[in-house]
T-cell receptor, first 113, second 116 residues
Framework: GQQLNQSPQSMFIQEGEDVSMNCTSSSIFNTWLWYKQDPGEGPVLLIALYKAGELTSNGRLTAQFGITRKDSFLNISASIPSDVGIYFC?????????????FGQGTTLQVKP | ETGVTQTPRHLVMGMTNKKSLKCEQHLGHNAMYWYKQSAKKPLELMFVYNFKEQTENNSVPSRFSPECPNSSHLFLHLHTLQPEDSALYLCASSQVGNSGRGDTQYFGPGTRLTVL
């Protein structure tokens, strides 16, 4: 099935550093979502983006819906140890009733205290 | 987070067993989903239910049988599974038909299934 290209696949950073990850696609999306998954748990929604060019923050997290509608990025500022986990982007082509998310492969983040 | 709950959290079963996974959403949503998450693979959509009707079966083997008795509950009945079916099974819900924002899905904590 279709996938989003998410990069990087993994990151190992020092506490306090900023983090940036992104997702790209060859097709247009109407919605971009960013999730975080801790080991053994389900993905938790971090940020939802519904409009091209939209820039949304959630605490130290900021995400943007690319102008072309084919990409999105997530930034984490001043990382802390509890930011460790796997971050997934997900896109939706249509609006309303499609019910299908297309997921990226995930970015595994490790933070060294 | 109690919006979407799943039970059991962990399940070990033999290939000849029959078991069921349960999902309940407390968000008032009208759509529910089953996903499979295997190690090193993206989430795989298995089934979609809108208003209790199955609208998607993503070529899932018949040894997985979903049931949606109402818009708040979703089950996944398992029988004669294979070891390669071992994975994290995630349930999600959303409110579709909501001005284009309906497909924002909220996930449960998952059931870690091991098939021996």
């Amino acid at each position: 099935g279709q996938q989003l290209n998410q990069s990087p696949q993994s990151m190992f950073i020092q506490e306090g550093e900023d983090v940036s990850m992104n997702c790209t696609s060859s097709s247009i999306f109407n919605t971009w979502l960013w999730y975080k998954q801790d080991p053994g748990e389900g993905p938790v929604l971090l940020i939802a983006l519904y409009k091209a060019g939209e820039l949304t923050s959630n605490g130290r997290l900021t995400a943007q819906f690319g102008i072309t509608r084919k990409d999105s990025f997530l930034n984490i500022s001043a990382s802390i140890p509890s930011d460790v986990g796997i971050y997934f982007c997900a896109g939706i082509h249509g609006s309303g009733n499609t019910g299908k998310l297309i997921f990226g492969q995930g970015t595994t983040l490790q933070v060294k205290p | 987070e109690t919006g979407v709950t799943q039970t059991p959290r962990h399940l070990v079963m033999g290939m000849t067993n029959k078991k069921s996974l349960k999902c309940e959403q407390h968000l008032g949503h009208n759509a529910m989903y089953w996903y499979k998450q295997s190690a090193k693979k993206p989430l795989e959509l298995m089934f979609v239910y809108n208003f209790k009707e199955q609208t998607e079966n993503n070529s899932v083997p018949s040894r997985f049988s979903p049931e949606c008795p109402n818009s708040s509950h979703l089950f996944l009945h398992l029988h004669t599974l294979q070891p390669e079916d071992s994975a994290l099974y995630l349930c999600a819900s959303s409110q579709v038909g909501n001005s284009g924002r309906g497909d924002t899905q909220y996930f449960g904590p998952g059931t870690r299934l091991t098939v021996l």
